[in-house]
């Protein structure tokens, strides 16, 4: 499974956006990028995916570069409640059966009021 | 709350004892995975289930291990003779077919004495 580099942690002032980077050099035609989010005492969410196009949700928007070898997840109006670890993830959506999702340690967000 | 429950939420045991947890997927979700979680790391694969078939299996998952899925609705994971190199979060998670979105509970967290 191609490998995701994320910074181990990063700090945002509340109502402030964020943007949070993932390096996956290694990235094959067929995988998408996902992330989720793991909030203090909870299992983690899923958050967004894409696979070349800039992707937008209610929670937050995924920006992918032309050569898809990175992207960056945008908070863009940081709260204290998105104080999370954030995993950058590649599945690759090729298979037809099954995926399980592999985890990285993940980027810790704080965010100060 | 993702629809997907697990119980119990905490669990203090004594090493040598067994222990058994269960988890409760969205009604419509034929996957179901189960993964831990060491603090600091991000989730690890443990097993998968498609329906009430388990498919794969983590070297993870020693011979004290064992997860069934009877009906495919519910699963349970046992683990007998507990050791201290158990103690974690215990991860659920559940997925349909199409998208293979996962969707988390909130997690089982075990602690051996």
């Known amino acids: 499974d191609a490998k995701t580099t994320q910074p181990n942690s990063m700090e945002s002032n509340e109502e402030e956006p964020v943007h949070l980077p993932c390096n996956h050099s290694?990235?094959?035609?067929?995988?998408?990028i996902h992330w989720y989010r793991q909030l203090p005492s909870q299992g983690p969410e899923y958050v967004i995916h894409g696979l070349t196009s800039n992707v937008n949700n209610r929670m937050a928007s995924l920006a992918i570069a032309e050569d898809r070898k990175s992207s960056t997840l945008i908070l863009h109006r940081a709260t204290l409640r998105d104080a999370a670890v954030y995993y950058c993830?590649?599945?690759?959506?090729?298979?037809?059966?099954?995926?399980?999702?592999?985890f990285g340690p993940g980027t810790s967000l704080s965010v100060i009021p | 709350d993702t629809g997907v429950s697990q119980d119990p939420r905490h669990k203090i045991t004594k090493r040598g004892q067994n222990v058994t947890f269960r988890c409760d997927p969205i009604s419509e979700h034929n996957r179901l995975y189960w993964y831990r979680q060491t603090l600091g790391q991000g989730p690890e694969f443990l097993t998968y289930f498609q329906n009430e078939a388990q498919l794969e299996k983590s070297r993870l998952l020693s011979d004290r291990f064992s997860a069934e899925r009877p009906k495919g609705s519910f699963s349970t994971l046992e683990i007998q003779r507990t050791e201290q190199g158990d103690s974690a979060m215990y991860l659920c998670a559940t997925a349909d077919s199409y998208t293979d979105t996962q969707y988390f509970g909130p997690g089982t967290r075990l602690t051996v004495l």
């Open positions: 290694t990235i094959s035609g067929t995988d998408y």
């Open positions: 993830i590649l599945r690759d959506e090729a298979k037809t059966s099954y995926d399980k999702v592999i």
